[in-house]
């Protein structure tokens, strides 16, 4: 059982596809859904071996601002991720599926809008407890509002997403909800200012009906072709349709942290220390290593799946 919880956003920059195999349905390759709702989810596997993989690739570590060597490094991977091989000792790292929060879908102003509803806010509440910082998230606001100071209106009442329209009112709720998550999702780079901006303006809570409506129909859907070498036309029977999450989707997930599962001192290598709890250390090392960027998904080859991290300052 993990001791310690730490929320985290991913924010898509390139299409993600975290497929879940094919399907004889409309799409070839679907994304990953949750069973129950049909929202689109990253499992928390796939996630982790992400991860994972972003830390081998990093030229250097740091714990407690030391600078790892080579083989603490690889130690300190084995001990938090798990070992690649063998089943010696579990990590003491693991993450929670990551949760769809906003999604973007064209609006007829404001170019596009990001959405959430109810259900999925008062979902994140209810995950965030876990951390103990639950207490740090504005009120939910009711379903068909939009920050006071939307960009989105048509007139007073309606905004316009894709071809449907929706009688909305402004909401100080939605306004202070608007700020809060402008402030805690995107990274704090300068280059995120103007989509800190767009986001207090352009953020629409829709009834949970409706989001579900556009989570799964306004996915992005791209055929693909496979091209025969010898021929240079296309493959019999290689047309196919793949489904992405669409760039400027915003996911939410928790990184759960347990003390070393290894018994003695000699083999926790660079989370040995006197006193204080080891599951700290293990976040501490995970959060200070933790690339602003990561690949997820597949498709990499072709740009998909470039996700930015942002870990909140809420509670510090």
């Known amino acids: 059982m993990f001791k310690l919880a730490r929320p985290f956003f991913l924010l898509v920059e390139t299409p993600l596809h975290a497929g879940s195999g094919s399907d004889l349905g409309i799409v070839d390759l679907p994304i990953q859904r949750e069973k129950h709702t049909g929202f689109p989810k990253v499992e928390a596997s796939g996630l982790k071996g992400c991860i994972k993989e972003a830390f081998r690739e990093l030229p250097q570590m740091e714990l407690n601002g030391k600078v790892l060597g080579e083989n603490e490094r690889k ?31 064209r609006s007829a102003r404001g170019v596009f809008a990001w959405i959430t509803c109810p259900r ?108 025969d070498q010898t021929t240079g036309t296309v493959q019999d029977g290689a047309l196919f349709t793949e489904e992405y999450l669409p760039a400027e989707s915003v996911l939410y997930a928790l990184a759960l942290a347990t003390p070393i599962f290894v018994e003695k001192n000699k083999d926790k290598a660079v989370f040995v220390q006197n006193g204080g709890p080891e599951e700290k250390l293990v976040m501490d090392f995970w959060a200070t290593n933790l690339p602003s960027v990561i690949q997820l998904g597949g498709n990499a080859t072709i740009g998909k799946g470039l996700v930015s991290i942002n870990i909140p300052e809420v509670g510090k």
């Not at 091989?85 to 929670?96: I, R, S, V």
């Not at 700020?179 to 995120?192: I, K």
Request: aromatic share 8%; proline share 5%; charged share 25%.
């Open 75 to 105: 130690q300190a991977i084995n001990l938090t991720f798990g070992p690649d091989e063998g089943d010696l000792h579990a990590g003491a790292l693991g993450f929670t599926d990551a949760r769809l929060l906003l999604f973007p879908v």
């Open 120 to 227: 999925v806010l008062h979902r994140m509440v209810q995950d965030w407890q876990l951390t103990g910082l639950s207490k740090e998230m504005p009120p939910v606001p009711q379903a068909g509002s939009v920050p006071e100071k939307s960009q989105l209106l048509v007139d007073d009442q309606h905004i316009l997403l894709e071809e449907y329209a929706f009688k909305v009112q402004k909401s100080a709720d939605c306004s202070k909800l608007a700020e809060w998550l402008a402030g805690n999702v995107l990274p704090r780079a300068q280059a995120y200012n103007y989509w800190r901006e767009k986001m207090k303006q352009n953020l629409v809570v829709l009834a949970d009906d409706d989001f579900s409506d556009f989570v799964h129909l306004a996915t992005e859907v791209i055929t693909r072709t496979r091209i």
